[in-house]
């Protein structure tokens, strides 16, 4: 949690150096949400799963590299897209994670049919993907849940309830107030988690992951949580009450979790502060390593955009002046 905090505040600090080409989208507060659910998946069964832009803690739990994704967001051409793409819609089907088409329920369809396929060839590995409050009002997420769960894929669709899909606040846009109840509607097991709470969100996931693997189906997670900041870096927050924020603020996951594990006496808070040193050199290496780096020959635009690269002067760009 601590390294994707700090990794998205280093990207701030590139965004607002303009460093950032595309637009940035924080997870700031859901860290806890990204972070226990991937903890949650066996990595070494082959498990997988689909994130969405608010997801870069899931990420770095299936083995992203920081370096890589600050290559992303600065459009290096060393970065896995080579600087096509510009924040977290990048695969890596050897770490566990595939690359999401759209944050707007598009990927639970495409996660069926990514389980659907362990189905077929009798593997025993599990699918998760994530699904915004707001994507839970798409037709794409209502036709992947019932596939899902009339196949009884072994799937964990996590809903995160972040309380706004851009400015639009949960009450505008669903009559459900309770997400989780979404689960009666296809007739899978659903169950609603505390999703500042890492543990409880590594728990309730766990509990999906093994219903999954021993051929129970799809769960439903709702996680509770908030979006702190506004949907990108560019939205000001100018329709969100203050009081909202700093509600939320006191609920931080990091810190909820940083006093349990000092109560606990699990670590020390000495151990702590050298999380805090070791994630933060981590960075300044990272950081140092990508802006060291180019960005693509602007001749080498199309490469790998067009399965076969056009022969004809296209009607939607022009190939050179006059
Ligand atoms: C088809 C489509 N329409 C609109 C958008 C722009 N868009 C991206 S995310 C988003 C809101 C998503 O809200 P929610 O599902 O609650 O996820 P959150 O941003 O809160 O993580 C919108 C409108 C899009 N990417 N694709
Ligand atoms: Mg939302």
Same mark, same amino acid.
């Given at each position: 949690m601590r390294l994707t905090r700090t990794l998205e505040e280093r990207l701030t600090n590139l965004y607002r150096q303009g460093r950032v080409v595309g637009g940035l989208f924080r997870s700031l507060g859901?860290?806890? +949400?990204?972070?226990?659910?991937?903890?949650?998946l066996d990595r070494g069964a082959g498990d997988m799963l689909s994130p969405l832009i608010r997801n870069l803690g899931s990420l770095l739990v299936m083995g992203a590299r920081p370096v890589d994704v600050l290559r992303q967001y600065m459009a290096k051409a060393t970065s896995p897209t080579r600087g096509?793409?510009?924040?977290?819609? $990048?695969?890596?089907l050897g770490r566990g994670f595939i690359g999401q088409i759209s944050h707007l329920g598009d990927m639970v369809p495409v996660m069926a049919g990514v389980t659907l396929t362990f189905r077929l060839r009798g593997e025993r590995r599990v699918g998760l993907?994530?699904?915004?409050?707001?994507?839970?009002?798409?037709?794409? $997420?209502?036709?992947g849940m019932n596939f899902a769960a009339v196949r009884r894929l072994p799937l964990v669709v996590i809903a995160e309830n972040n309380g706004y899909a851009y400015s639009t606040t949960l009450e505008r846009q669903t009559a459900v107030a309770q997400l989780a109840r979404k689960g009666l509607a296809y007739?899978?097991?659903?169950?609603r988690a505390d999703g500042n709470d890492v543990v409880a969100v590594y728990e309730?996931?766990?509990?999906?992951?093994?219903?999954?693997?021993?051929? +129970?189906?799809?769960?439903?997670?709702?996680?509770?949580t908030y979006r702190r900041k506004g949907h990108a870096e560019h939205d000001d927050q100018h329709y969100v009450p203050r009081e909202e924020l700093a509600a939320w603020q006191a609920r931080d996951p990091i810190d909820r979790y940083a006093a349990r594990v000092v109560e606990e006496g699990w670590l020390d808070a000495a151990a702590l502060t050298g999380i805090d040193r070791r994630v933060a050199h981590e960075l300044d290496a990272a950081v140092a390593e990508a802006e060291a780096e180019p960005q693509p020959e602007p001749a080498t635009a199309l490469d790998a955009v067009y399965a076969a690269p056009a022969r004809m002067p296209a009607a939607w760009y022009r190939e050179s002046r006059g």
């Open positions: 859901q860290e806890a +949400d990204s972070v226990g659910s991937a903890y949650a096509r793409e510009l924040n977290l819609h $990048f695969g890596d993907v994530y699904v915004g409050d707001g994507a839970m009002s798409t037709g794409a $997420f209502h036709e007739g899978v097991e659903a169950e309730a996931t766990r509990r999906a992951v093994g219903r999954a693997r021993e051929g +129970d189906g799809v769960t439903l997670i709702e996680l509770l």
